[in-house]
């Protein structure tokens, strides 16, 4: 009989390794390892959006990229964020080598409320983190309608408007005869 020791962090490793295998998480849908060996994972860079001050703010956290590397495109009321990371792997001679940092193309894409002006919106790179500022769209304001009445009792036609009351309108048909 052979014994084994219990190690419940590995078996927390190979669980969390199950959990993503089962839901897709970070394995390349080929799954095809790169030239280190490891499965290349893929890179989905996190966002925020939020509004204020009249506008979307968008952040994302782009590590390692520069300006040039992220290119953004508006087309059809989808804002859509794109770029590459590449990897950069070190050849050890000796010793184990881990790479946990994913790397590869991305893409993210957001639809926006209708009416949003393209030629506004404004991108800042700073720090590893893309700022993107997208100006609300003017909503259309509710229309106040006037009520008008005549007032009761009164012959001559007079009308109240919005509580003030105002002289009856010359008939033009009557004018003209």
Avoid: C
């Avoid at 001679?93 to 009416?115: I, V, W």
């Amino acid at each position: 009989m052979t014994l084994v020791r219990w190690e419940p962090v590995r078996e927390l490793g190979t669980l969390q390794h199950e959990i993503n295998r089962l839901f897709g998480f970070f394995d390349q849908p080929s799954g095809a390892p790169t030239a280190a060996g490891a499965l290349r994972r893929q890179w989905i860079p996190p966002i925020d959006l939020v509004e204020r001050d009249g506008a979307y703010i968008l952040r994302a956290d782009l590590p390692g990229l520069g300006r040039d590397d992220v290119k953004i495109e508006l087309d059809d009321n989808v804002l859509t964020i794109s770029g590459e990371r590449s990897t950069q792997h070190e050849q050890q001679a000796e010793g184990y080598a881990r790479f946990e940092r994913a790397s590869g193309s991305f893409a993210r894409a957001l639809t926006l409320p209708a009416g949003v002006d393209a030629d506004a919106i404004e991108a800042t790179f700073a720090d590893g983190v893309l700022e993107v500022r997208i100006p609300a769209p003017e909503q259309a304001k509710p229309r106040r309608v006037t009520i008008s009445t005549s007032t009761p009792g009164d012959s001559a036609g007079a009308r109240v408007i919005d509580g003030v009351e105002q002289a009856p309108a010359a008939d033009p048909v009557a004018a003209a005869a």
